[in-house]
């Protein structure tokens, strides 16, 4: 038999998870010169992982990515299955009976865990389940934030800190005509929270905000940010950080909160986002639910770039019913796949999944958050995923010519022996349309469902 992606013997690809590295590395070998078939699976019905139930509802420009997603799909050589989990409903061993190579781009579902007591205490919640609650994630569909508190905490302070605090802090009207999920759109409403505080471990010049996300506080309807200018006071090797070119993005950020800082908030306005820095939390206290954090201020050591926040042994507490922890995304292992507990991905060279040995695993590839960690914009997938299909298909140049896989509709016969009620992207299309028509009377791009069954029942 011919190579894998020649005329006679199509390359059969299976990618697991549909967000955008997954649609990247679908982009990316669509793109290649090899004849190929992409099975792309997902274990919601519905597909864009991150770019649906991640990016802030406020930011519809982010969510335009689906417009490139949905021209993959059109491609004849990609399918799309929906409710299906990979090592549940299929196994990994099954897949590789299949397909010539899999690639995993599931992201990096759960949290990073700050380690400290009281951090499970009701009231405690991870920035993730507040996220896929306001965005309609069915894992999250039920989660009951008690909002009645007057004074929120979030911990960290990258962009997944800045859209939950600003979320927090918008209005109803602020709100309305996005796609926010309605459940959460009525809770925030009568959101009692007046008092935001954004803490930092580490300075105002390691802030992980980008600029134009940390200026939309400055222009929220009754909302103000609010920053001592004490806190701006900068050692020299921050100085040094904030002198280096290289490092613009992080200079923009300090001088707005410079701009923040110079500036009164509001009588009118009735909610305050406070950004503070140098600050850990130590303990999270409360009987059976949250009553106030405890904080120690920290230093920072280290040489310029490689600071790090040192506990001074100087504690401060602030009352507060409820708290965001905001401080990374972790990956979740996939049975069958060899996994990096430690930095929650799977290990990989260059995109080529590795054992406990660093061989690589013929025929596994990683792209995304699981690849590399937590990090970039959703445009920083597509690098990553060209990256690793680039390895995909040097490996294939490798390969002695090899037989052809079933792909296709032994993929189909395996979901049907294993009673897996699966989506294609046609039927996505149809749950698609129906979203976009219960958000029209609202104004609203879409009502998204927020239940599986719900999702399904569409296509009854
Ligand atoms: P992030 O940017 O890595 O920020 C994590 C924050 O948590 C940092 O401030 C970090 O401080 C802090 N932190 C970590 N461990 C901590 C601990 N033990 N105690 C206290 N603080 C701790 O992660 P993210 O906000 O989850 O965002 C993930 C990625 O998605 C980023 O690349 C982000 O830019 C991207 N994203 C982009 C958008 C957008 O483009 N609009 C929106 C959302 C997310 P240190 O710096 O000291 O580690």
């Given at each position: 038999m011919s190579k894998p992606g020649s005329e006679g013997n199509p390359l059969k690809v299976a990618i697991v998870g549909s967000g955008p590295s997954g649609f990247y590395a679908a982009e990316a070998l669509l793109k290649s010169e090899l004849n190929t078939q992409i099975d792309m699976y997902e274990r919601l019905p519905v597909p864009y992982g991150l770019v649906r139930s991640g990016v802030a509802p406020d930011h519809p420009k982010l969510k335009q990515a689906i417009n490139v997603y949905a021209k993959i799909a059109e491609s004849p050589a990609y399918r799309f299955f929906g409710n299906v989990t990979i090592g549940k409903d299929i196994q990994v061993d099954d897949l590789k009976k299949l397909y010539h190579s899999i690639i995993f781009t599931c992201g990096?579902?759960?949290?990073?865990?700050?380690?400290?007591?009281?951090?499970?205490?009701?009231?405690?919640?991870?920035?993730?389940?507040?996220v896929g609650w306001y965005n309609g994630h069915p894992d999250f569909r039920d989660r009951d934030f008690d909002l009645s508190h007057d004074?929120?905490?979030?911990?960290?302070?990258?962009?997944?800190?800045?859209?939950?605090?600003r979320i927090l802090a918008?209005?109803?009207?602020?709100?309305?005509?996005?796609?926010?999920?309605?459940?959460?759109?009525?809770?925030?409403?009568?959101?009692?929270?007046?008092?935001?505080?954004?803490?930092?471990?580490?300075?105002?010049?390691?802030?992980?905000?980008?600029?134009?996300?940390?200026?939309e506080f400055g222009e929220l309807e009754d909302s103000d940010p609010i920053l001592v200018g004490d806190e701006l006071i900068l050692n020299s090797e921050s100085e040094t950080e904030l002198e280096d070119k290289s490092n613009a993005g992080n200079k923009k950020v300090y001088d707005l909160f410079q701009g923040f800082s110079q500036q009164n908030p509001s009588d009118n306005k009735q909610r305050r986002v406070y950004f503070t820095f140098l600050k850990s939390p130590v303990e999270i206290l409360g009987e059976d639910c949250v009553e106030s954090v405890k904080l120690e201020k920290n230093a920072l050591s280290g040489d310029a770039f490689m600071q790090s926040a040192k506990g001074t042994g100087e504690?401060?507490?602030?009352?507060?019913?409820?708290?965001?922890?905001?401080?990374?995304?972790?990956?979740?292992?996939?049975?069958g796949v060899p996994f990096d507990e430690k930095r929650g991905i799977i290990p990989n060279a260059e995109g080529r999944v590795t054992d406990d040995?660093?061989?690589?695993?013929?025929?596994?590839?990683?792209?995304?958050?699981?690849?590399?960690?937590?990090?970039?914009?959703?445009?920083?997938?597509?690098?990553?995923?060209v990256a690793t299909v680039k390895a995909l298909i040097d490996d294939l140049d490798l390969q002695n010519d090899s037989n052809d896989m079933p792909g296709e509709e032994a993929a189909i016969n395996l979901l049907n022996n294993n009673n897996v009620n699966f989506v294609s992207f046609s039927d996505w299309k149809k749950i698609d349309d129906k979203e976009i028509s219960r958000g029209e009377p609202k104004g609203k791009p879409r009502e998204k469902y927020t239940y599986i069954q719900e999702m399904l029942d569409v296509l009854k």
């Amino acid at each position: 038999m011919s190579k894998p992606g020649s005329e006679g013997n199509p390359l059969k690809v299976a990618i697991v998870g549909s967000g955008p590295s997954g649609f990247y590395a679908a982009e990316a070998l669509l793109k290649s010169e090899l004849n190929t078939q992409i099975d792309m699976y997902e274990r919601l019905p519905v597909p864009y992982g991150l770019v649906r139930s991640g990016v802030a509802p406020d930011h519809p420009k982010l969510k335009q990515a689906i417009n490139v997603y949905a021209k993959i799909a059109e491609s004849p050589a990609y399918r799309f299955f929906g409710n299906v989990t990979i090592g549940k409903d299929i196994q990994v061993d099954d897949l590789k009976k299949l397909y010539h190579s899999i690639i995993f781009t599931c992201g990096a579902e759960s949290d990073r865990r700050l380690g400290i007591p009281g951090e499970d205490l009701r009231g405690s919640y991870t920035a993730t389940e507040f996220v896929g609650w306001y965005n309609g994630h069915p894992d999250f569909r039920d989660r009951d934030f008690d909002l009645s508190h007057d004074t929120a905490i979030i911990f960290g302070q990258g962009n997944v800190a800045a859209d939950v605090s600003r979320i927090l802090a918008k209005t109803r009207d602020e709100l309305k005509h996005t796609d926010i999920a309605e459940h959460a759109l009525d809770a925030l409403d009568k959101s009692n929270i007046k008092h935001i505080y954004v803490i930092g471990r580490r300075g105002p010049a390691q802030a992980k905000f980008t600029s134009k996300e940390l200026k939309e506080f400055g222009e929220l309807e009754d909302s103000d940010p609010i920053l001592v200018g004490d806190e701006l006071i900068l050692n020299s090797e921050s100085e040094t950080e904030l002198e280096d070119k290289s490092n613009a993005g992080n200079k923009k950020v300090y001088d707005l909160f410079q701009g923040f800082s110079q500036q009164n908030p509001s009588d009118n306005k009735q909610r305050r986002v406070y950004f503070t820095f140098l600050k850990s939390p130590v303990e999270i206290l409360g009987e059976d639910c949250v009553e106030s954090v405890k904080l120690e201020k920290n230093a920072l050591s280290g040489d310029a770039f490689m600071q790090s926040a040192k506990g001074t042994g100087e504690y401060s507490e602030i009352k507060t019913g409820i708290v965001f922890r905001s401080i990374g995304y972790k990956g979740i292992a996939i049975p069958g796949v060899p996994f990096d507990e430690k930095r929650g991905i799977i290990p990989n060279a260059e995109g080529r999944v590795t054992d406990d040995n660093g061989s690589a695993v013929p025929g596994l590839y990683v792209a995304g958050w699981i690849k590399r960690g937590p990090s970039g914009i959703i445009g920083t997938n597509r690098a990553d995923s060209v990256a690793t299909v680039k390895a995909l298909i040097d490996d294939l140049d490798l390969q002695n010519d090899s037989n052809d896989m079933p792909g296709e509709e032994a993929a189909i016969n395996l979901l049907n022996n294993n009673n897996v009620n699966f989506v294609s992207f046609s039927d996505w299309k149809k749950i698609d349309d129906k979203e976009i028509s219960r958000g029209e009377p609202k104004g609203k791009p879409r009502e998204k469902y927020t239940y599986i069954q719900e999702m399904l029942d569409v296509l009854k």
